[in-house]
């Protein structure tokens, strides 16, 4: 449904075209700062800005309704609001019954028996990911005290790639400033010219994200249905166009024998640590010291305005669509931010469950 | 943790080495045939066999000690046993303190205080995917008397690969008769041998498993978090040594345009469907009609014989281990099965949350 | 936590002095009419009004941001807003420090570490109900239309009892209409008496409430765990101030023997029912066609303007309070509807799991 | 359903007369020493003795199959297996169709669809709580080494009442000594007289329990929905027959004045305490220091010898049942370990929501 998470619980609301959008996290760890400006630089990552991407105005105007008290958190649930400002019905009003490829119109007006909110996708809009980046935005930055740091970067655009993470603590700081985070620079110009080339033929791209997790302990994770993989992966096709993950060497893993994947262990000062990296720090499901490695794909933002096919629900007929919204020739690089918050929910609820509720403000010892 | 399911719900316990092994399926649709003959080849499927897997004589006897009578599911929780039989403790005598690289051991170790039951992997051995598997064969049953099918087939090993799922219905019984399942026979030669030079040089591979569902009514799955790419993936990660999954064209739509990724709907007799299925019969994480299809990634078993550099956690000094247990060379044949089972969990409690609980009994009306 | 329900699903935020309140609920049938006649008819039961009630103007106003489209439900989560208007902080300000006895102050300073929003009791006010029984309206109502009624009346206040249901049905209708719900209307200005001797004494008085459920289907709820009883004494005892139920006979059982207790069954046209009701309509936890019945008690307002000997957490040492806040010295009227409302919850959720996600749009077999 | 619990999980299974009934307890903290006599000494508390109970006897040999390793719990599932043997179907072939009044026999057989395993109540009696109290029995005495205390009497048997708690620490060590526990000896010949007499003419009696649990640390509990007394209720109404709890004064609190109810604090050698227990260690559902109490009611036997009127399910129609089975005139004994059982469950999941997984190990800071 609409609520993920263990302990640290966060629960969604809203449609695209809807008074506001929102998100409540509850049972998360009293006398968290929150940091307004930090929330806002988080919404700003994600916000459509520049000639390639949606025109449409998102302020991200955001209000937090309870669960702050003083500039802390309180322990109760704590509800940020976002007002939808920028809303053009009337552009939806021309696709009203055309069902638009690539999108959940078809399957979630079968689903709610044709009561749901079609306007710009509603209730499954990207929309709704603001909320997830401005309640991230606390958790992410409670974490970097406690020293677990997440960050991510467009790893492939077509035949365009960028370097793997290599030197990943410091790579993750470098990558978190910037607009368009590529770890080698330049593959940027590449790129933007292959999204730019999508938009001037009413196309559309995506693209492969990379994201690592560091600081993590050893030991965090859970057997079986509640592996790192098993949540992260949860996590992460909960947003759309997510289309695929995976850990570590991933579906190279089908190319190597086991001496390859494997990681050797050894103690240096006294620390264990593995020569490679092949599972991207989890073994069994759960975490092994390594920095958690792990590829995400974003399949084309499915809003092109090329003519195409599909059925008109209203004339149950077959017809043409021209999808003459506001859309983004590709959402690869706004959606890094949100990646990095639904990650930031997951190992936040991981450590609530291991160490307790005060682990956020407290943090942990790294040797238990 | 180690329960999964919303309504329909699965708890696993055991060790590869403790009394027994089980499973107990919580809230399962009153009346369902119970057929051992159809268990027994179910777990068939998983048990090693040949040379190329590993000599541990699985007899895979099973007990089901409640939820059952006359023959059906009652409605109460069915708990399923098996007996450990053939536990030789004195082959990892031998490993005890070595930490064997690619496998849970460090990590359990830490993450248990040291209390952990290691032998053999202990919780965490493959072993335990015999009970979901005697425990998925209830439920595959049933879903296919109203018309659903699950099936899979091995993809790609090394350099070999298979076609993929191109009359998915009648491939998928055809794949469910056989003991190595792919598609082009000619393929399961090279595999085989490739597995066995694996085998021969005490090493060992993975592969890639397509799976495809059949005949889910339209609108099946959730909004957000419980988005049917979700909780498949949240099942699928569940499994040792998955790595990776995928959804449709999966990782290769960062090399697509919008326009090459949108699957265009169109009426055939008054029934909707798309031209193309590159969405893997799913949008906005819902069931659009068209199959569903996703590939797993299946790392190299992680035990091999080859001597490997770790660490000795008893002694707290690098070491060297030579695994001398049983083991597989490839266990991507025998995880088909669990990936099935894992599977029709999963689109059974989606059914039951849909259409309540006798529908695996009494089936869904294909067009509500 | 704050999120309560199996499928459907609802979520609470808010505090008594914060910017809003306000509830979501999740997985609701698409379709469902949203009345907001109806909606403020419900909140003005649980408002505050005449001399015996707080003078703290509730005004109630409601915002639905999302889940809504032309009227009725859409099935993504329901969000409703309702602003903390009438806000006078500096009533508490007085009490800084002085942990209000009977209140949460204590209990949840230490809970949360001292960051706790402390004013008018914060998160753990009685304000929170107005959202339930917003959210509530839409449920109840629902219900209703499918032939399942919740009624509610004061029992009992300190030694004036109130008849106990005997024509329920009908019983229900009227009480539905009624300010303040009795059976027997003579026992109306008695009550009434005790209140405001009360309040003009400075002190507080709680009471007995009786709630009936009609129109169940045979077989709703679930075994050991999730029995109505189970479920139903859970969301009572999330509203403050509630701390005992008992169901049918309830604590008189132990003045009973078995022959007085069993309800005996006997078939009256074809249809099963009990010559008693003594189980108040549960067997086993499962309903069984009569109507559920039970008891709840709700304890004096813990709000009194009495001199009450408590703590400083301030200054560390033993001190007295005199709370000079507005507050009810009856709570028992208003809460009548925040018991309805959560019961709609539990019952609505029964049948969501039992019978599919449309069942509170097209009703149900009674025969099933 | 049958599992229970958030963090800490119980899953039950099993029938009257299946083969096995379990329970697996999920995530529970590793290294908690399993003390086999404990468990013993805590299922002889529960097993029928003496002619005022069933002559079925349940020999409750049992068998812990996973999640145990040199004694201690690993952290992993811990399943124990309990057998059925003196099972005698034959005294419940005579009942066939002839649904018991008083117990599930219809509630059930509507709810399965006529697939329920009606012997002996099938997945409805009470012979499951055995599994609880196997259970149970690991974590009370976790409990008690880390400074909680457990306790319950019972507190009334029709006209017969024993003492209220007064020393409360000392009395649950004396009490958790008894055979048939009562504070005041001298009501126990009393409540002997009742129970043979209801037995002699063939009838039953329930009674009242009142519990008590010592030395939790102030904060424990959560907010709403998940208050202490929310899940404790939720744990009690899970056991067959509980017809009713209140905390603290309970249903008395109708006749009080909140000058009367409220529990002022006080420090005394810088802890803080209250001067009363009125609100039963509870405020605004989270922990205050005080003692914990609450009451349970538990109604007469179901099953008795007492010809009763009733219904033939397979003939449709009004019949007489005199049932001859085995039976308890009285199960309040038995009961009151299942109670203390599942208490235990409860709290310690509160304990792991707050202080982490390990807590049950290592204890917690009392001041935090």
Redesign the interface.
């Given at each position: 449904?609409?609520?993920?998470g263990?302990?640290l619980?966060i629960?969604?609301?809203?449609?695209s075209h809807?008074?506001?959008?929102?998100i409540?996290i509850?049972?998360i760890t009293?006398?968290l700062p929150i940091d307004q400006s930090f929330i806002k630089e988080c919404l700003s990552k994600r916000r459509p800005t520049g000639p390639n991407e949606t025109p449409r105005v998102e302020i991200d105007d955001f209000?937090?309704?309870?669960?702050e008290?003083n500039g802390?958190?309180?322990?109760?649930?704590?509800?940020i609001?976002i007002p939808n400002n920028d809303t053009k019905p009337s552009d939806y009003d021309k696709t009203l019954g055309l069902?638009r490829?690539?999108?959940?119109?078809?399957?979630?007006h079968?689903?709610?028996?044709?009561?749901?909110?079609y306007r710009g996708?509603?209730?499954?809009s990207g929309r709704?990911t603001a909320a997830i980046v401005a309640g991230g935005a606390i958790v992410l930055q409670a974490l970097e005290k406690i020293g677990i740091k997440i960050g991510s970067h467009i790893l492939?655009?077509?035949?365009v790639e960028d370097d793997k993470f290599t030197d990943i603590e410091n790579q993750i700081d470098e990558l978190n400033e910037l607009y368009f985070p590529v770890i080698n620079q330049s593959v940027l110009k590449e790129m933007s010219s292959i999204i730019t080339e999508?938009r001037l033929?009413n196309?559309?791209?995506?693209?492969?994200i990379e994201c690592g997790i560091t600081g993590l302990p050893?030991?965090?994770?859970?057997?079986?249905?509640?592996?790192i993989?098993?949540?992260l992966?949860?996590?992460m096709?909960?947003i759309?166009s997510?289309?695929?993950?995976?850990?570590?060497?991933?579906?190279n893993?089908?190319?190597?024998?086991?001496?390859?994947?494997?990681?050797?262990?050894?103690?240096e000062n006294?620390r264990?640590q593995?020569?490679t990296n092949?599972?991207?720090g989890?073994?069994?499901?759960?975490?092994?010291s390594m920095p958690i490695l792990f590829?995400v794909?974003?399949?084309?933002?499915?809003?092109?305005s090329?003519a195409?096919?599909?059925?008109n629900i209203n004339t149950?007929?077959?017809d043409v669509i021209e999808i003459s919204g506001r859309h983004d020739p590709a959402i690869v690089r706004r959606i890094n931010i949100v990646l990095r918050s639904m990650s930031a929910f997951v190992i936040a609820d991981f450590l609530i469950?291991?160490?307790?509720?005060?682990?956020l403000?407290e943090g942990f010892n790294k040797n238990?």
């Open positions: 449904m609409n609520t993920f263990k302990l619980r629960s969604m609301f809203g449609e809807g008074a506001k959008i929102g409540t509850d049972n009293p006398g209000e937090i309704v309870s669960g008290f802390f958190t309180t322990g109760a649930p704590l509800t609001l069902m490829p690539g999108h959940a119109d078809y399957t979630s079968i689903k709610y028996s044709g009561y749901e909110d996708g509603g209730h499954f709704l492939k655009i077509r035949d999508a033929s196309d559309s791209v995506g693209g492969i050893v030991g965090l994770g859970e057997p079986m249905f509640d592996s993989e098993s949540v992966s949860h996590a096709f909960s759309g997510v289309k695929g993950i995976e850990f570590g060497d991933g579906f893993f089908a190319n190597l024998l086991g001496s390859e994947a494997n990681d050797e262990l050894f103690y006294n264990v593995t020569k092949h599972n991207g989890i073994n069994g499901g759960i975490s092994n590829n794909v974003v399949k084309p933002t499915a809003s092109i090329k195409q096919d599909t059925i149950r007929k077959n469950q291991r160490y307790g509720i005060n682990v403000r238990n």
